[in-house]
């Protein structure tokens, strides 16, 4: 900026710092008389102790009650009693980014916890963006390679799509994420882990994602011991961050492991200022929330963010609200299904249960032709299942099942894939066009 301009600024600055004093605290939440501010806003709170002196902690501005600002923690809380000072800052919580975080693991105020520091001069942005406006979004036309062969081939994504992998605990979905940020030709990653437990995050980066996947992604951790907040801040920093990496031009790719935890530390702030609870507990701002941080990622006129966000599934109820909601907001959604992975099927994605909503407008005809084959011959095996494995099918009764049965081994052949094996996409359409003209 030129001095010129800071100069003339100088008339509109507010001199005047503003202050409040804690009056109450509930658990993580602090009320506090003053300081004049708006929602979203992060404040300082002054602590003295006996022990430790002078501290600060940041807190965030997450509600009113009449004339008291309601407050949460971003750190855990120890020492802070009634009568401490807070401090406004007027500004909403900003993260510091730049082509420096690549092969960085942060928290969520992006701030590294791999025991490296951030260089001076990286541009400061918000973590709270608007999504792009609908008018200036190009449509998507391109295909992303992910390098899973059940995803390339049978739901092709594109740049710049947003998917939801659904699946209950234990079923694959980091193993997935891994291969997917090791494989794909997207220019980089950006991973938030949310809500994980602490030893997840480490068996994640170390085991799933590996060096040659963290050289070319940014991850950003919120493990479940963290305030509510930290963890929803996750979730926005990471995008904040792959939105910085989009105005750049570059086509990103952003996974959030889960969406649904995210969904749930909302529910805890909801529930803590006061929100009623609707369905299953989750409060409305839980419903808002959603679309506000998932429509961010897509496209804009610059570049794009691909993005997959797990989603728990518990019990493997595919209609419990967050699911829903989430699936509502998404273009396409890949569902693993624990049948399949107690069989040993990895990655254990149920092609039938899975859509791209995109892939019929970004693939080539011979390659839809041939996925749209292999699926009927798939559902067609599937539906006749238990009668073919109960002996109760007699070979010849039915041309089309006949033929599901001779291809049914052939296409579970083809859906497998080894954790470290990387298939490029044109490999995978060449063999599924292949497979479907009745090639091996
Ligand atoms: N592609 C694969 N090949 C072989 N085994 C796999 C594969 N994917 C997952 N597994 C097996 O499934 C287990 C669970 O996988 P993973 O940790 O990725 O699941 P998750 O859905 O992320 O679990 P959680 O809900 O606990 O986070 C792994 O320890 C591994 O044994
Ligand atoms: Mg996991």
Redesign the pocket.
């Known amino acids: 900026m030129k001095a010129i301009d800071l100069i003339q600024q100088i008339p509109s600055l507010s001199t005047f710092k503003k202050y409040g004093r804690v009056s109450r605290v509930v658990g993580l939440m602090i009320e506090s008389q003053g300081p004049e501010s708006s929602i979203g806003d992060v404040c300082k709170i002054h602590i003295n102790s006996f022990k430790n002196g002078h501290s600060v902690i940041l807190a965030e501005v997450v509600g009113f009650k009449e004339e008291i600002v309601v407050l949460m923690p971003y750190t855990n809380i120890r020492e802070i009693s009634t009568g401490c000072l807070v401090e406004g800052t007027n500004s909403p919580l900003e993260v510091k980014v730049g082509p420096e975080l690549i092969g960085k693991v942060l928290d969520s105020m992006g701030n590294p916890i791999d025991g490296t520091v951030l260089s001076k001069g990286l541009k400061t942005v918000g973590t709270e963006q608007d999504p792009p406006n609908p008018l200036t979004r190009p449509p998507i036309h391109e295909r992303i390679e992910v390098g899973v062969k059940a995803i390339d081939g049978m739901l092709t994504v594109g740049k710049g799509q947003r998917v939801g992998i659904f699946?209950?605990?234990?079923?694959?979905?980091?193993?997935?994420l891994?291969?997917i940020a090791r494989n794909t030709n997207a220019d980089l990653n950006v991973i938030a882990l949310i809500g994980?437990r602490g030893r997840?995050v480490r068996e994640f980066i170390e085991r799933?994602l590996g060096k040659e996947g963290l050289a070319k992604s940014i991850v950003v951790a919120a493990t479940s011991d963290q305030p509510a907040l930290m963890r929803i801040k996750g979730a926005f920093t990471a995008t904040a961050i792959a939105e910085y990496f989009r105005d750049k031009g570059l086509n990103v790719m952003l996974m959030m492991?889960s969406v649904t935890r995210v969904a749930m530390a909302q529910r805890e702030i909801g529930l803590a200022v006061g929100e009623p609870p609707a369905t299953r507990g989750y409060t409305p701002s839980v419903f808002a929330i959603l679309p506000k941080l998932l429509e961010r990622t897509g496209t804009n006129e610059h570049g794009t963010i691909t993005a997959f966000y797990t989603v728990?599934v518990d019990g493997d109820d595919m209609n419990e609200p967050i699911a829903d909601a989430v699936r509502g907001i998404l273009d396409g959604h890949i569902v693993?299904d624990r049948s399949l992975?107690n069989k040993g099927q990895?990655?254990?994605i149920n092609v039938l249960k899975s859509i791209s909503r995109l892939m019929n407008h970004i693939s080539e005809e011979d390659h839809k032709k041939a996925a749209q084959h292999l699926r009927d011959l798939y559902f067609t095996y599937n539906k006749s299942e238990d009668l073919i494995n109960i002996g109760a099918y007699k070979r010849g009764t039915s041309k089309e099942i006949d033929e599901a049965i001779k291809y049914e081994p052939l296409i579970t052949a083809f859906l497998k894939?080894?954790?470290l094996d990387k298939v490029s996409i044109d490999d995978t359409v060449n063999e599924l066009v292949s497979l479907s003209n009745g090639g091996v």
Do not use: I, N, R, W
């Open positions: 699946a209950g605990s234990g079923v694959g979905k980091s193993t997935l891994g291969m994980e997840e799933d492991d728990l693993l992975a990895f990655p254990a894939q080894g954790y």
